[in-house]
């Protein structure tokens, strides 16, 4: 998985490819330029739904972006040997959520599948994208919120949305919680 600098440095060499200027990457995107900045220096790591709305401005799959393996199928991924991929910081250095990349070195995917794990300290950041996601809650209790409503997940329990509504996934109760995801971003 690439460090900050690693993806700052991908994103800056697709976005310099298409003749782009940051504050142009920043509009089709919709992202903040502040933010393309930042990303492109090496000093954040984006949230998943910020990646995605990057990667798609680029004409670029996620996967560009948080691998760079190409393993041939079927691709397994045994839990004892999952690795974490990436985390995404919000506002602070803390680790509030990692995300283990499920799909990493299958070149031709069109999902992100994922293992998350949430802090309970996580502040809800409504995001949305174009695509769908798919959720299975592992442990703890997730907190989807989706548009205006809220909702609580319990273990084995599941959520399949439109991403494109603002929606956020946090951990409820207090405590952390673990789950499945699976991310479908047109291409």
């Known amino acids: 998985m690439p460090k900050s600098q690693d993806l700052g440095d991908r994103i800056l060499a697709f976005r310099e490819r298409l003749g782009l200027s940051q504050a ?3 509009v089709n995107s919709g992202v903040d330029a502040a933010l393309v900045a930042a990303v492109e220096a090496g000093d954040a790591f984006p949230a998943l739904g910020i ?3 990057l ?3 680029l004409g670029q799959r996620l996967g560009t972006f948080v691998d760079d393996q190409c ?4 691709l397994i991924v045994r839990a004892a040997e999952r690795q974490p991929g990436f985390r995404q910081h919000v506002a602070t250095p803390d680790e509030s959520i990692r995300y283990f990349p499920l799909g990493r070195g299958k070149a031709d995917r069109h999902m992100e ?13 409504l995001t949305s994208h174009e695509g769908e996601e798919f959720l299975i809650a592992v442990s703890g209790q997730l907190v ?6 809220r909702h609580l997940l319990e273990p084995g329990d599941s959520v ?6 603002p929606h956020s996934v946090s951990a409820g109760g207090g405590a952390s919680a673990t789950a499945y995801a699976v991310i479908y971003q047109p291409f």
């Open 144 to 149: 989807i919120h989706y548009g205006k409503d």
């Open 71 to 74: 393993r041939p199928d079927p």
């Open 160 to 165: 399949y949305y439109n991403s494109i509504v």
């Open 55 to 57: 990667s798609r401005a």
């Open 24 to 26: 142009e990457l920043a």
């Open 113 to 125: 599948p994922l293992f998350i794990e949430i802090s309970p300290e996580l502040p809800v950041h």
């Open 51 to 53: 990646l995605m709305k």
